[in-house]
T-cell receptor
Framework: DSGVTQTPKHLITATGQRVTLRCSPR?????VYWYQQSLDQGLQFLIQ???????AKGNILERFSAQQFPDLHSELNLSSLELGDSALYFC????????????FGSGTQLSVL | AQTVTQSQPEMSVQEAETVTLSCTYD???????LFWYKQPPSRQMILVIR??????QNATENRFSVNFQKAAKSFSLKISDSQLGDTAMYFC?????????????FGKGTKLTVNP
């Protein structure tokens, strides 16, 4: 168990809908990362937050947004969902920006039908 | 742009034997970290081993070791005494810390099957 909690584990929804994925980092970790894993794109970095502030952006679509709350949990919001958004979404956390050890949650499997 | 290439989509090995997974990367940075992550059927991403680019000594974690060739930008993973539980996808990744941000760049992965 990495200590990073992601909910829900599975999510099935329809095209055009909006969903929210939740991540609770390990106790004491200030930095949260979101990754998308799909068959065709592999593992893609989406976005990073540190202590509530956005630090880095990767290949995140404009339909997607994220935030990190004062209690350090993070949410990834996906809207106007398309079939191609079906993927495994990982959250990872680390102690600080300078700490290169990331601990991954078990992921949320999103299926858009 | 930073890229990671894993040229072996699939590999198999007999239990108790040794296998080496290949990885090459491309970056213009001089300071970075390299990682191997394992993803078993449970989908959990598990850190196997990491290497700091400024260290010449190859990292070792029990049965797992790396061959880091900085000039060649090569970072291979050797698994000794392979076990059935080693069956998984293995991802090579590297990270650059710059401007207060960092991100892991992953390769496409190598599917390793350990046969009894």
């Amino acid at each position: 168990d990495s200590g990073v909690t992601q909910t829900p584990k599975h999510l099935i929804t329809a095209t055009g809908q909006r969903v929210t994925l939740r991540c609770s980092p390990r106790s004491g970790d200030l930095s949260v990362y979101w990754y998308q894993q799909s068959l065709d794109q592999g593992l893609q970095f989406l976005i990073q937050y540190y202590n509530g502030e956005e630090r880095a952006k990767g290949n995140i679509l404009e339909r997607f947004s994220a935030q990190q709350f004062p209690d350090l949990h993070s949410e990834l919001n996906l809207s106007s969902l398309e079939l191609g958004d079906s993927a495994l979404y990982f959250c990872a956390s680390s102690v600080s920006v300078e700490n290169e050890k990331l601990f991954f949650g078990s992921g949320t499997q999103l299926s858009v039908l | 742009a930073q890229t990671v290439t894993q040229s072996q989509p699939e590999m198999s090995v007999q239990e108790a034997e040794t296998v080496t997974l290949s990885c090459t990367y491309d970056t213009s940075e001089s300071n970075y970290y390299l990682f191997w992550y394992k993803q078993p059927p449970s989908r959990q991403m598990i850190l196997v081993i990491r290497q700091e680019a400024y260290k010449q000594q190859n990292a070792t974690e029990n049965r797992f070791s790396v061959n880091f060739q900085k000039a060649a930008k090569s970072f291979s993973l050797k698994i000794s005494d392979s076990q059935l539980g080693d069956t998984a996808m293995y991802f090579c990744a590297f990270m650059i810390q710059k401007g207060g941000s960092e991100k892991l760049v992953f390769g496409k992965g190598t599917k390793l099957t350990v046969n009894p």
